[in-house]
Nanobody
């Protein structure tokens, strides 16, 4: 099970830090798997935000968040983070964390096996 948290309402230019804690079967595999964050805005398809390799040495970002968001992980805690700075109204969405199949860090959501329930981020202008 993946539990995402940290969403909320923030003004444009502000920051939020999302967390994704893994437990159970997904927790046993998460520390050895690539992890990703995706988001889905109202009326839009789910899109890739960021991903990180299982050791944390490799990170990947969507162009729209590059330089503003930072993905990281703490395998000892089975937790992945998404630090979001300089937030914009267009970042408003439900954010989902996901555990990849094996070591994948793909931007394709079909590469991910376990999904969290999502946490809502709302950025006001």
């Amino acid at each position: 099970q993946l539990q995402a948290s940290g969403g909320g309402l923030v003004q444009a230019g502000g920051s939020l830090r999302l967390s994704c804690a893994a437990s159970g079967r997904s927790g046993r595999t998460t520390s050895n798997n690539g992890m990703g964050w995706f988001r889905q805005a109202p009326g839009k398809e789910r899109e890739f935000v960021a991903s990180i390799s299982w050791r944390g040495g490799d990170t990947y970002y969507a162009d729209s968040v590059k330089g503003r968001f930072t993905i990281s992980r703490d395998n000892a805690k089975n937790t992945v983070y998404l630090q979001m700075n300089s937030l914009r109204p267009e970042d408003t969405a439900v954010y989902y964390c996901a555990s990849a199949l094996g070591s994948s860090t793909s931007a394709n959501d079909r590469a991910y096996r376990y999904w969290g329930q999502g946490t809502l981020v709302t950025v006001s202008s």
